[in-house]
Structure formats: C-alpha cells, structure tokens
C-alpha cells in the first residue's frame, strides 16, 4: 500500500528584515510583515497588514541591536504551547486558523 504522509517534511524557515528599534519580540512570536514589508508583531485587532500572520519567530528578534534581522517559520508545525501574540498573549482559534491558511500548524507534544 502507498503512503499518503510524507512524514519527513522539514520546516521552512527564511531570514527576515524587522523593523528596527522595536525591542525584543519572544521566541514563538506570531509575526506580521508592517506597510514597508519588515516584520513586526502580529496584531490581531489592528487593521491590515498588521493582523495578516506571515510566520513565526523561531528565535528571539531583538530588533535594534545592529541586526535587525530574525528566522521566521514560514511553513510546517509549531508546538502550540510555543506560540505567543504580541508578548505574552496565547493564540485564539481565530488567529491559529490564519496560520493554516498559510501552512503552519500546531500540534500538542504535551510541552515537553
């Protein structure tokens, strides 16, 4: 019988310009791409571009510190606990079915 899953489907990570001088964004960020195209953190309430997810930090963004640049999973599955909005803010269903929508999923490994 054929497999349907490919289960060896690795993540899809690319670098990313931040918008400069806007501190530190947590590891797990829901991350949105700002008018001029840098990543800022997503706001769902605001309007868009802002509350448009485009990934998630997979390390901590410290925009300011003479990088301004930061890895962003574009595609592939995130520990659910992991994911924050804005700083410390857990996602809603609403906000993780726009991750879906461009290919992030979360799945449940219990936190460990």
Do not use: W
């Amino acid at each position: 019988m054929k497999e349907v899953i490919n289960r060896n489907h690795p993540p899809i990570v690319r670098v990313m310009a931040c918008e400069p001088d806007q501190g530190e964004h947590p590891r797990g960020c829901i991350v949105a791409k700002n008018a001029t195209g840098n990543i800022v953190q997503y706001n769902p309430a605001a309007s868009a571009p802002l509350n448009i997810p485009v990934g998630v930090l997979t390390d901590i963004c410290r925009s300011g510190d003479g990088d301004n640049t930061a890895k962003v999973l574009v595609h592939g599955t995130v520990n659910n606990y992991a994911l924050v909005v804005g700083e410390s803010g857990t996602p809603d269903e609403a906000d993780l079915s726009l991750l879906h929508e461009i290919g992030i999923f979360e799945i449940d490994d219990g936190g460990l």
